[in-house]
T-cell receptor, first 114, second 113 residues
Framework: AQTVTQSQPEMSVQEAETVTLSCTYD???????LFWYKQPPSRQMILVIR??????QNATENRFSVNFQKAAKSFSLKISDSQLGDTAMYFC???????????FGTGTRLKVLA | EAQVTQNPRYLITVTGKKLTVTCSQN?????MSWYRQDPGLGLRQIYY???????DKGDVPEGYKVSRKEKRNFPLILESPSPNQTSLYFC????????????FGPGTRLTVL
C-alpha cells in the first residue's frame, strides 16, 4: 500500500528564519509525483510546489524548495525567509499517473512567530 | 473567475436523512475528486472521476455515492448519513494529468447528529 507520513504534527519558526517540514512516503511505483499543499486558516487548499519523481533536480518556487531524496523516499519542504502569511497547515501528497489516486499525509501545522 | 464551488458550506443534519453536497467547476477540467479532512488523519480521498460517467473509489468510499453526468458537476451523496461521517469535505478539480494542480473548493463542514 502507498503511504505518506508527516512525523511533525506542529512546528514553529521565527519570522525571517528558515524551516524544514518532513515527509516520507512508501511506494513500489517508479513514476509518481509529489506535492506540498498549504491550508491557511481560511481552509482554502493551495498548491505550494510539486516534484516529478523522474526529475533529479529539486523543485523551487520562490521561497519554497524541496529536498527530494528518491532512494530514501523523502520529500521535505524548506521555507526560507518565513513570513507571517506562511502560518498554515501543510500537507504532503503523492500520486501516480497510473491510478489518479491521491494520498495525503496527516499534515504539519506551522506557526510563524513575529 | 476560475473556481470550484461547493454547496452548502455548512450543514447540520440527523442520522439517516439523505443529503447531497454539490460541487461545480468552471475550468472545463476532466478530473474531479472528493476528500474528507479529519483531525489527525489529514485528507482522505473518497471518490474521483476522470470524465463524464467515469468514476472510481478512493480510499474511503463506504457510505458515499457520486455521479458525473455533466463535466462541470460532481455531487457527493450521503444516502444514510451517520455520525462518523461528520467531517470537513473538499471537492477538487484539475486537468487530466496527475501532475497538474488540483483546485480545491472552499470546503463543506458537515455535522451528523
Amino acid at each position: 500500500a502507498q503511504t505518506v507520513t508527516q512525523s511533525q504534527p506542529e512546528m514553529s519558526v521565527q519570522e525571517a528564519e528558515t524551516v524544514t517540514l518532513s515527509c516520507t512516503y512508501d511506494t513500489s511505483e517508479s513514476n509518481y509525483y509529489l506535492f506540498w499543499y498549504k491550508q491557511p486558516p481560511s481552509r482554502q487548499m493551495i498548491l505550494v510546489i510539486r516534484q516529478e519523481a523522474y526529475k533529479q533536480q529539486n523543485a523551487t518556487e520562490n521561497r519554497f524548495s524541496v529536498n527530494f531524496q528518491k532512494a530514501a523516499k523523502s520529500f521535505s519542504l524548506k521555507i526560507s525567509d518565513s513570513q507571517l502569511g506562511d502560518t498554515a497547515m501543510y500537507f504532503c501528497a503523492f500520486s501516480t499517473s497510473g491510478t489518479y489516486k491521491y494520498i495525503f499525509g496527516t499534515g504539519t501545522r506551522l506557526k510563524v512567530l513575529a | 473567475e476560475a473556481q470550484v464551488t461547493q454547496n452548502p458550506r455548512y450543514l447540520i443534519t440527523v442520522t439517516g436523512k439523505k443529503l447531497t453536497v454539490t460541487c461545480s467547476q468552471n475550468m472545463n477540467h476532466e478530473y474531479m475528486s472528493w476528500y474528507r479532512q479529519d483531525p489527525g488523519l489529514g485528507l482522505r480521498q473518497i471518490y474521483y472521476s476522470m470524465n463524464v460517467e467515469v468514476t472510481d473509489k478512493g480510499d474511503v468510499p463506504e457510505g458515499y455515492k457520486v455521479s458525473r453526468k455533466e463535466k462541470r458537476n460532481f455531487p457527493l451523496i450521503l444516502e444514510s448519513p451517520s455520525p462518523n461521517q461528520t467531517s470537513l469535505y473538499f471537492c477538487a478539480s484539475s486537468k487530466l494529468r496527475v501532475q497538474d494542480t488540483q483546485y480545491f473548493g472552499p470546503g463543506t463542514r458537515l455535522t451528523v447528529l
